[in-house]
Each structure stands twice: as structure tokens, then as C-alpha cells.
């Protein structure tokens, strides 16, 4: 199984992965790592990726998905704003999103106190203009602080598993 920690820019994605990956001793992965250069100029310009864009990155994420799953389970922070987009990672096998779902607001106070990351505060309205909220998801509020994040997913996954 891949748990997919999903949403917008800013919204804690890479944070929350590494702490879900840290507890439950998974592989943590970071879909930002696998992004073509061409993309990253782009979005480091402030021009926001297109379908186009995504879909060489996403069928990209999708075999290495295959490929982690095969050493076991693993968390991958991915934004997976569209449903079309998580439905290509779920190609990949056994996948569960966790969505963070967060105010443009919150992001826009968290993307301007960001300085290690190629995004900027300009794309923040590309992210929600294109986000369609999962319905099936584990949806955790973002505004929270992050280990009752964390604590919030841990429990989701046990009521689901039943342990």
C-alpha cells in the first residue's frame, strides 16, 4: 500500500509524510524529487504546469509506486489536485490519499514564511483553481497543529483496519 498525503502547496504534505513515514517506520517519499527540470523552471518562473505537464510526472510517480510496493508499504507527499491525476496513481495498486484540507488564507501565510521551496506565493491560485477535493480521501484539517495531524491519520487508519 502507498498512503498519499495530498493537497495544496503548503499545505504540509512533505512535514506530515515524513512524520507518517518516521511512526509507522515506512519509506517516505517526496513526488517534488521526481518533477522534470523544465517543470521546476516553470514553476520557479511562476508559471503554473498544465495537464500536459503533469502527466509525464504522474505516469513517472505511478511506476515508481509499482516499483515501491513491491519492498512494501510507503508514504508519498504528492499534491494529486485533480481526481484524473489520483486516478492514475491509484494504477499504481493499493493506494489510500489523505487529504490536508487548508484555507487559501492558511496557505498564503504559510508560502510567505517559506523560503526553501522552488514555489512561489504567485501559484497559490492555480493550486485551488484546479483542486477537486477527493470524496474519497481521509480528509484531516491543516490548520491543526502537526502531530495532532498525525495523531488524527493514525487513528482514521486503525478505525478502518480495525486495529
Given at each position: 500500500?502507498?498512503?498519499?498525503v495530498?493537497?495544496?502547496?503548503?499545505?504540509?504534505?512533505?512535514?506530515?509524510?515524513?512524520?507518517?513515514?518516521?511512526?509507522?517506520?515506512?519509506?517516505?517519499?517526496?513526488?517534488?524529487?521526481?518533477?522534470?527540470?523544465?517543470?521546476?523552471e516553470?514553476?520557479?518562473?511562476?508559471?503554473?504546469?498544465?495537464?500536459?505537464?503533469?502527466?509525464?510526472?504522474?505516469?513517472?510517480?505511478?511506476?515508481?509506486?509499482?516499483?515501491?510496493?513491491?519492498?512494501?508499504?510507503?508514504?508519498?507527499?504528492?499534491?494529486?489536485?485533480?481526481?484524473?491525476?489520483?486516478?492514475?496513481?491509484?494504477?499504481?495498486?493499493?493506494?489510500?490519499?489523505?487529504?490536508?484540507?487548508?484555507?487559501?488564507?492558511?496557505?498564503?501565510?504559510?508560502?510567505?514564511?517559506?523560503?526553501?521551496?522552488?514555489?512561489?506565493?504567485?501559484?497559490?491560485?492555480?493550486?485551488?483553481?484546479?483542486?477537486?477535493?477527493?470524496?474519497?480521501?481521509?480528509?484531516?484539517?491543516?490548520?491543526?497543529?502537526?502531530n495532532?495531524?498525525?495523531?488524527?491519520?493514525?487513528?482514521?487508519?486503525?478505525?478502518?483496519?480495525?486495529?
Amino acid at each position: 500500500m502507498i498512503i498519499v498525503v495530498m493537497g495544496v502547496c503548503g499545505c504540509g504534505k512533505t512535514l506530515i509524510g515524513k512524520m507518517l513515514a518516521k511512526q509507522t517506520g515506512l519509506a517516505f517519499y517526496d513526488a517534488d524529487d521526481f518533477h522534470s527540470a523544465k517543470s521546476v523552471e516553470k514553476m520557479t518562473a511562476g508559471i503554473a504546469l498544465d495537464d500536459d505537464d503533469r502527466l509525464c510526472w504522474l505516469k513517472r510517480l505511478a511506476g515508481q509506486m509499482t516499483k515501491w510496493q513491491s519492498s512494501g508499504p510507503a508514504v508519498l507527499a504528492c499534491s494529486a489536485l485533480k481526481k484524473s491525476y489520483r486516478k492514475i496513481l491509484n494504477e499504481a495498486g493499493e493506494v489510500r490519499f489523505v487529504y490536508l484540507k487548508a484555507s487559501k488564507n492558511l496557505i498564503i501565510q504559510r508560502m510567505q514564511n517559506r523560503k526553501d521551496h522552488y514555489m512561489p506565493v504567485s501559484l497559490i491560485d492555480s493550486q485551488f483553481a484546479i483542486l477537486e477535493e477527493p470524496d474519497d480521501a481521509m480528509i484531516v484539517d491543516a490548520e491543526k497543529k502537526p502531530n495532532e495531524i498525525l495523531r488524527c491519520i493514525l487513528t482514521g487508519f486503525r478505525k478502518k483496519t480495525g486495529n
